[in-house]
């Protein structure tokens, strides 16, 4: 990126979706919390951690899809974005969720990080569409859903 007239942007991209100055880090977020608490909601909370991991992750698949693969197809909104239980189907899927959303998370980034990818430049197959525009909506729609995941652990005592 030396030559990158985009690249300072690029930079303060990825550093908003890695989680830094201000930002919580998702693997802080999703660390040490105990299994029997990962099904649990509590009020006035509308959902437990795993709904919140799995919709998280699922969106995040959506909009890298969505960035990099004219033909990918989006699940039906709002369903498709949120998992059918509250709590996780056995103790591998919840960090099955944490490797995917890390995995994807890794692919935006050196997306974004890719000079050859115009960060101003509408995609081809969209409406209007840019790649900034998905960093940004990416950014703002997980630093959204990690509150909630600090928020519902305070609520639950697991949260320091």
Do not use: C
């Amino acid at each position: 990126m030396p030559n990158d007239p985009q690249r300072p942007l690029r930079h303060q991209l990825i550093k908003l979706l890695q989680g830094s100055d201000a930002h919580l880090q998702f693997k802080d977020a999703v660390a040490h919390l105990e299994a029997t608490l990962r099904g649990r909601r509590v009020a006035p909370l509308p959902h437990s951690a795993w709904e919140l991991l799995e919709h998280m992750r699922i969106a995040q698949w959506d909009i890298l899809e969505f960035s990099r693969n004219p033909r990918h197809k989006s699940p039906a909104f709002p369903k498709g974005y949120w998992p059918q239980s509250p709590a996780p189907p056995d103790a591998r899927a919840w960090q099955t969720s944490i490797r995917a959303f890390q995995t994807d998370l890794k692919a935006m980034i050196a997306l974004i990080k890719d000079p050859a990818h115009n960060l101003y430049e509408p995609f081809a197959y969209g409406q209007g569409q840019t790649l900034l525009r998905e960093a940004l909506v990416l950014a703002d729609h997980n630093a959204y859903h990690l509150g909630q995941f600090v928020q519902l652990r305070r609520l639950l005592g697991a949260w320091e």
